[in-house]
C-alpha cells in the first residue's frame, strides 16, 4: 500500500516536467501532452488573475476590465510572480510552451478585431473624415518630431539603444513607439464605455487603426536598414496596401450573396460561419506573413462584412467565447516578458519619466489640436486626445521585437513598458472628465454600467 501510494505521489508531483524522450540540450523533452496539459493550466490561471485584477482595478481605480487585464499578464510574469515565486512562475509558464500561448493569443486578438470591425460604423467614418484625417496625421507627425529631439540625448546613456545604432534608426524606432495608439485596447474600451455607436468612437478607432498601422510600417523600415533586408519593408507596405485595396473594394461584392442568404434564411448556419471564418483566417495570415499584424487583418475583413443579421449573428456566434476565453490571452502574453524591476536609479527613473511626458505631449497634446483645428468641440477634443494617448500592449508588442531584434536594451525596454502602463490607465479616467460624464447626462452616450462606474 505504501509503494502505491509513494508512486501516487510521485506521479503526481511530477504532472508538469517534461515527458518527452531525452534529447541533446536537455534531460528529457515535451510530449504533446505537456503543452496541452501546460496550455490548460496557463489559461485557468490567466483567466483567474485577469478577473481578480480586473476587479480590483474596477473597484480601487474605476478602470475597465481590460486595463485589469494588461496588469495581470505583468503580475503573471517575472516582475511579480517570478520574483516572488521563481519555481512555481516557471513551472506553470516554462519557456518551451508560450510559442503555444502565444498563437493562442494572436487568434483572441485577431478574432475580437474582426468583431469591432463588424461593428465599425461607416456612416460615422465618412463624416468625420477630415477630423479623422487630421488626428490621425498629428498622431504620427508629433511623436517622430518629439522622437527626434530627445533620441540623441537617449543614445549617450549607455544600454538603451543597442551599440552601433544609427541615430536614424534609433529615431525611426522611438518614434513608431510614441505614435501608437493601443487598436485592440482602444477597441476594448470604446465598447465598454458606451462609444461603439458613437461618432466619436469611430472617429478615434478609425484615426488609432491608421497611426497603428504606420507604425509597424515604420517597424518594418527600421528592421530592414537595421539587416532584414528591403524586402521587408516592400512587402510589408506594399503588401499591406494591397491587400486593404482588395479586400475594401473586392470583400462586399463576394460576401453579398452570403448576406442575403442569412437574410432569407433567418439566421447563419454552420456552413455559411464556416467561410466567415476562412476569410477571416486568410486575411489575419495574410497581415501577418507581410509583416504587419494578424489583427489588421481581422479587422479589415470585419469592416468589410456586410451588415445586418449577418453581423449580428457573427457577434452572437463569436463574441461570448472570444472576450471570456480568448482575448485574455493576448492581454497576458508580453506581460510574461515584461521585468519592471530594470529602472533601479534616480537618473534611470527620471529619463522614464521623461520618456513619458514627451510621449503624452506628442500623442494626447497633438491629437487634441488636430481634433480642435478639425472643427470639433473643445470637450470631443479632449476626450480624443486621451483615447488616442492610450497605448497598452500594442506597445509591449513592439517593443519586445524591438528587444528580440537587439534594438533597444532591456532598460530602455523597461522603460517603454512603464510608459505604455502609465498611458493606458490614464485613458479612461481622463475620458470620464472630458467627456464620459457629460455626455451621459445629455443622454449622447449610453450609461455606463455598475461595475465600470467610480465607487461613491
Known amino acids: 500500500?505504501?509503494?502505491?501510494?509513494?508512486?501516487?505521489?510521485?506521479?503526481?508531483?511530477?504532472?508538469?516536467?517534461?515527458?518527452?524522450?531525452?534529447?541533446?540540450?536537455?534531460?528529457?523533452?515535451?510530449?504533446?501532452?505537456?503543452?496541452?496539459?501546460?496550455?490548460?493550466?496557463?489559461?485557468?490561471?490567466?483567466?483567474?488573475?485577469?478577473?481578480?485584477?480586473?476587479?480590483?482595478?474596477?473597484?480601487?481605480?474605476?478602470?475597465?476590465?481590460?486595463?485589469?487585464?494588461?496588469?495581470?499578464?505583468?503580475?503573471?510574469?517575472?516582475?511579480?510572480?517570478?520574483?516572488?515565486?521563481?519555481?512555481?512562475?516557471?513551472?506553470?509558464?516554462?519557456?518551451?510552451?508560450?510559442?503555444?500561448?502565444?498563437?493562442?493569443?494572436?487568434?483572441?486578438?485577431?478574432?475580437?478585431?474582426?468583431?469591432?470591425?463588424?461593428?465599425?460604423?461607416?456612416?460615422?467614418?465618412?463624416?468625420?473624415?477630415?477630423?479623422?484625417?487630421?488626428?490621425?496625421?498629428?498622431?504620427?507627425?508629433?511623436?517622430?518630431?518629439?522622437?527626434?529631439?530627445?533620441?540623441?540625448?537617449?543614445?549617450?546613456?549607455?544600454?538603451?539603444?543597442?551599440?552601433?545604432?544609427?541615430?536614424?534608426?534609433?529615431?525611426?524606432?522611438?518614434?513608431?513607439?510614441?505614435?501608437?495608439?493601443?487598436?485592440?485596447?482602444?477597441?476594448?474600451?470604446?465598447?465598454?464605455?458606451?462609444?461603439?455607436?458613437?461618432?466619436?468612437?469611430?472617429?478615434?478607432?478609425?484615426?488609432?487603426?491608421?497611426?497603428?498601422?504606420?507604425?509597424?510600417?515604420?517597424?518594418?523600415?527600421?528592421?530592414?536598414?537595421f539587416g532584414g533586408g528591403a524586402g521587408v519593408a516592400i512587402l510589408a507596405i506594399g503588401g499591406g496596401l494591397l491587400w486593404a485595396a482588395f479586400v475594401i473594394f473586392a470583400g462586399p461584392r463576394i460576401l453579398a450573396p452570403l448576406a442575403a442568404k442569412v437574410e432569407r434564411d433567418g439566421e447563419l448556419n454552420m456552413p455559411m460561419f464556416a467561410f466567415v471564418m476562412i476569410a477571416f483566417c486568410i486575411s489575419a495570415c495574410f497581415m501577418d506573413v507581410i509583416g504587419i499584424h494578424a489583427i489588421f487583418g481581422g479587422f479589415i475583413m470585419g469592416a468589410v462584412m456586410p451588415r445586418g443579421l449577418l453581423t449580428q449573428e457573427i457577434k452572437r456566434k463569436l463574441e461570448p467565447v472570444t472576450v471570456v476565453l480568448l482575448l485574455p490571452m493576448f492581454f497576458t502574453y508580453s506581460g510574461l516578458n515584461t521585468r519592471m524591476d530594470m529602472v533601479n536609479s534616480p537618473s534611470l527613473l527620471l529619463i522614464a519619466l521623461g520618456i513619458l511626458a514627451a510621449s503624452v505631449l506628442a500623442k494626447g497634446g497633438a491629437c487634441y489640436l488636430a481634433a480642435r483645428l478639425s472643427g470639433e468641440d473643445n470637450r470631443t477634443a479632449l476626450g480624443i486626445g486621451a483615447l488616442m494617448n492610450s497605448r497598452g500592449l500594442m506597445e509591449l508588442i513592439i517593443i519586445n521585437i524591438g528587444l528580440q531584434k537587439g534594438i533597444i536594451g532591456p532598460t530602455l525596454f523597461s522603460m517603454l513598458v512603464l510608459m505604455a502602463i502609465v498611458t493606458t490607465m490614464m485613458a479612461s479616467p481622463l475620458f470620464e472628465l472630458f467627456y464620459g460624464r457629460k455626455g451621459r447626462e445629455t443622454g449622447e452616450l449610453e450609461a455606463l454600467s455598475p461595475s465600470l462606474a467610480r465607487p461613491a
Open 1 to 225: 500500500m505504501n509503494s502505491w501510494l509513494e508512486s501516487l505521489w510521485k506521479t503526481l508531483s511530477g504532472v508538469l516536467d517534461p515527458h518527452g524522450p531525452a534529447t541533446q540540450s536537455a534531460a528529457s523533452s515535451y510530449a504533446p501532452g505537456d503543452y496541452s496539459v501546460h496550455f490548460f493550466l496557463q489559461l485557468a490561471v490567466i483567466l483567474l488573475a485577469c478577473k481578480v485584477v480586473g476587479w480590483l482595478g474596477k473597484k480601487m481605480l474605476a478602470q475597465p476590465q481590460v486595463v485589469g487585464e494588461m496588469i495581470a499578464g505583468v503580475v503573471l510574469g517575472p516582475s511579480l510572480l517570478g520574483l516572488v515565486f521563481p519555481d512555481l512562475q516557471g513551472a506553470i509558464f516554462p519557456k518551451e510552451t508560450k510559442s503555444v500561448l502565444y498563437a493562442g493569443a494572436q487568434l483572441g486578438v485577431g478574432l475580437y478585431m474582426f468583431l469591432v470591425g463588424t461593428t465599425l460604423r461607416l456612416d460615422h467614418f465618412r463624416t468625420k473624415a477630415k477630423s479623422a484625417s487630421f488626428v490621425s496625421m498629428a498622431g504620427i507627425a508629433a511623436p517622430f518630431a518629439i522622437a527626434v529631439v530627445i533620441t540623441p540625448m537617449l543614445l549617450g546613456v549607455p544600454d538603451l539603444f543597442a551599440p552601433g545604432m544609427s541615430q536614424g534608426n534609433a529615431t525611426l524606432f522611438l518614434g513608431a513607439c510614441i505614435a501608437l495608439t493601443a487598436f485592440p485596447m482602444l477597441a476594448r474600451i470604446i465598447n465598454e464605455r458606451g462609444l461603439a455607436n458613437s461618432s466619436l468612437g469611430t472617429l478615434s478607432l478609425t484615426a488609432g487603426a491608421f497611426d497603428d498601422a504606420c507604425s509597424w510600417c515604420v517597424l518594418a523600415i527600421v528592421l530592414a536598414t
